[in-house]
């Protein structure tokens, strides 16, 4: 199962999207972070009855700002190895490289997981990211795959509901996903789906 390498979508914006072969500077330097104005609230009980979450959508005092560290030896393994799989892409405006989605298949559940998703801080709300997300719907439904999964936090709204504007829902919420201390306060991750088919 494999993405095809070597494809080519053209937009009317004229962005280019090309099957990645190799993870380099450009798309790297395109996991710079995000700076979020509000965040989700997380609300958790558990009992022997019963286990909630809620998240609520809260205005922060002043913005929350990301900023991603440099992927370490094993992460950038790991993305190296998603590059080769054929599913992950770079968007393009001629030779400028302006989005990046790494993405590998799941094949135990046929689902494909987007690590990274990112446009470039200058480019973002013309249509980039909803084009590649689209380009990987149409790959992901063409090989079988049953959903597609992407991996945020309750800091990033804007990526949540950019994730929700293309038919993604949460599905899922982790407290304890980056370290013991990621609830109440700090970042939850939040797994979020689009079924396909």
């Not at 979450?53 to 790991?78: A, I, N």
């Not at 298949?105 to 998703?117: A, G, I, K, P």
């Amino acid at each position: 199962m494999g993405g095809g390498a070597g494809f080519t979508v053209r937009s009317r914006q004229l962005i280019e999207l090309r099957a990645l072969e190799t993870l380099d500077s450009c798309s790297l330097g395109l996991m710079a972070g995000y700076v979020s104005e509000e965040k989700y609230a997380v609300r958790w009980e558990d009992s022997e009855n019963r286990t909630t979450f809620t998240l609520e959508k809260t205005v922060l005092k002043r913005p929350y700002v990301k900023q991603y560290d440099p992927p370490d030896g094993e992460l950038l393994d790991r993305y190296g190895e998603a590059v080769r799989s054929g599913f992950s892409l770079g968007a393009f405006d001629g030779a400028v490289q302006v989005g990046v989605a790494i993405a590998d298949v799941e094949e135990w559940n046929l689902s494909l997981w987007v690590w990274e998703f990112h446009v470039a801080e200058g480019r973002r709300g013309e249509g980039i990211g909803r084009l590649m997300m689209e380009e990987l719907v149409r790959r992901g439904t063409a090989s079988g795959l049953r959903t597609i999964v992407c991996e945020t936090q309750t800091t990033n709204v804007p990526a949540m509901d950019f994730y929700r504007c293309l038919g993604f829902r949460v599905e899922g919420i982790d407290l304890s996903y980056y370290g013991n201390s990621d609830w109440p306060d700090g970042e939850v991750a939040v797994f979020m789906k689009r079924r396909l088919g």
